[in-house]
């Protein structure tokens, strides 16, 4: 890989563009004749007329699968603007939460997903931040913890079926059911959904306490995602059976949890089912 890493200039040359203000589709291009000039340099894949043509027509050809999920997501996210719904689906949303902060998360994150599909970033965080955020900061939440829950989530419904853009374009990348590419991207990204109620749980997660506080918290954070994730796939330093998945679950939420005793109970026994593992690996 080291011998190939010239591979990677059309993709930094992408994200440099973008960075430095480019528009999208300046920097597309840049960064497609940046893909044809580092062709000439693997003798094996060097790019001639045909194979640009046959690139330009593949790219074509997998984009029409996203362009139709946009147009749907954009008659949905218009007849949200124009009607003005999202307002009072979200009023209504956080009234039967009532004065119950967690139910009022819940509720905040099924709306932040459900404006966020279909939009890119800014635009899924702009209208999420507009229609949730205010009710949450209006029980009581900080106005960070907010806006980066709804941000989070307006990020993740990227991921989340029916719509699921990101999953589309890579389905139209690998050239895989798009359907089923979603649902799989949304079981990996599973343990991601939690990680929002750790800020609400946990504020030193955002910088938000002094430094101890900082590094307990993100320390434990880290861990417990890990063991969340160990625990929806069923792999934690090998293959794990249904009770083990069972433990390491109430063990993620014990350490998302943040407080030092729920910790303790938490890191025990991963820590325990984590040698158990490691030793039947070696005597295996």
């Given at each position: 890989m080291l011998k190939r890493v010239f591979l990677f200039l059309p993709l930094i040359i992408l994200i440099g563009g973008l960075v430095s203000g480019y528009s999208v589709i300046r920097s597309g291009t840049l960064a497609m004749a940046s893909a044809f000039m580092v062709s000439w340099l693997v003798p094996e894949a060097r790019m001639?007329?045909?194979?640009?043509?046959?690139?330009?027509?593949?790219?074509?050809?997998?984009?029409?699968?996203?362009?139709?999920?946009?147009?749907?997501?954009?008659?949905?996210?218009?007849?949200?603007?124009?009607?003005?719904?999202?307002?009072?689906?979200?009023?209504?949303?956080?009234?039967?939460?009532?004065?119950?902060?967690l139910a009022a998360m819940f509720f905040a994150m099924a709306i932040s997903i459900i404006l966020g599909m279909g939009m890119p970033t800014t635009a899924a965080y702009a209208v999420a931040a507009s229609v949730v955020a205010p009710g949450l900061i209006k029980l009581g939440i900080s106005p960070l913890v907010a806006h980066m829950f709804v941000f989070y989530y307006a990020v993740i419904s990227a991921i989340t079926p029916p719509v699921a853009l990101a999953a589309y374009a890579g389905a139209a990348l690998a050239g895989s059911d798009p359907m089923r590419t979603s649902v799989t991207a949304f079981i990996y990204g599973l343990a991601a959904f939690i990680v929002p109620?750790?800020?609400?749980?946990s504020p030193a997660l955002l910088m938000q306490g002094d430094w101890v506080q900082i590094v307990h918290y993100t320390a434990t954070a880290c861990i417990g995602v890990y063991v969340l994730a160990a625990a929806l796939q069923g792999w934690y330093f090998g293959l794990i059976g249904l009770l083990p998945r069972i433990v390491l679950f109430t063990c993620a939420l014990l350490l998302i949890y943040g407080g030092l005793w729920t910790d303790i109970a938490g890191l025990v026994p991963a820590g325990l089912l984590a040698a158990w593992q490691l030793s039947r690996r070696r005597s295996g």
């Open positions: 001639g007329f045909r194979s640009v043509c046959d690139a330009l027509h593949l790219g074509a050809k997998g984009t029409i699968q996203l362009i139709a999920v946009c147009a749907c997501a954009g008659i949905i996210v218009g007849v949200i603007g124009l009607t003005g719904i999202g307002l009072r689906f979200s009023s209504m949303i956080l009234s039967i939460a009532g004065e119950n902060q109620f750790m800020f609400f749980y």
